[in-house]
């Protein structure tokens, strides 16, 4: 194994143990599903549905099912928006205080995960990934599904 696979092996290690300390601490995902949306709505409340899809990255279909979900539990409500066949989603009380737990509760998983690192380590590991990031984007990885098949849907079926 070259010293690079292992670098990034690490990298994979620490990202799957951080999602695992993010799931033990709080609502499993915050970014995808109704998390994602009530997380896109405390900083953008009364966004349209098309505004949503930007944000989210989800397609109409998928955003519709998200927010029709979040509407029976309760967490926000759907309203007339200008335009034909528009809405706009807002966030119930219910809906803002889960969303803002959840908020904290990230904030003091991650703190307690980097509280090893000083200022200055922070910075060096912020600098590095970003470096990384860019280096996959310039490559032409960039994390988005297009091309692949959504599971559980067939075309012949």
């Given at each position: 194994?070259t010293?690079?696979t292992?670098?990034l092996?690490?990298l994979?290690?620490t990202?799957?143990l951080?999602r695992?300390?993010f799931?033990k ?9 109704q998390?994602a949306?009530l997380?896109?709505?405390?900083e953008n409340d009364?966004?349209?549905?098309r505004?949503?899809?930007h944000?989210l990255?989800f397609?109409?279909g998928e ?9 029976r539990?309760?967490?926000v ?10 809405y706009?989603?807002?966030?119930t ?17 991650a ?7 000083s200022?200055?380590e922070?910075a ?11 280096s ?5 990885i960039?994390?988005k599904k297009?091309?692949r098949?959504?599971?559980g849907h067939?075309?012949?079926?």
């Amino acid at each position: 194994m070259t010293e690079a696979t292992q670098t990034l092996a690490q990298l994979k290690k620490t990202s799957k143990l951080t999602r695992l300390a993010f799931h033990k601490n709080g609502p499993k995902s915050f970014r995808r599903g109704q998390g994602a949306l009530l997380n896109a709505l405390l900083e953008n409340d009364g966004a349209t549905q098309r505004e949503l899809v930007h944000i989210l990255g989800f397609d109409r279909g998928e955003l519709k099912g998200v927010v029709k979900k979040a509407e029976r539990n309760g967490y926000v409500t759907i309203e007339d928006a200008e335009g034909v066949r528009t809405y706009a989603v807002k966030l119930t009380e219910d809906g803002r205080a889960v969303a803002e737990k959840r908020v904290a509760a990230n904030d003091k998983t991650a703190e307690d995960i980097v509280e090893c690192l000083s200022k200055e380590e922070m910075a060096q590991l912020n600098a590095i990934t970003e470096k990384l990031i860019l280096s996959m984007k310039d490559k032409g990885i960039n994390g988005k599904k297009k091309g692949r098949k959504e599971a559980g849907h067939c075309s012949g079926c």
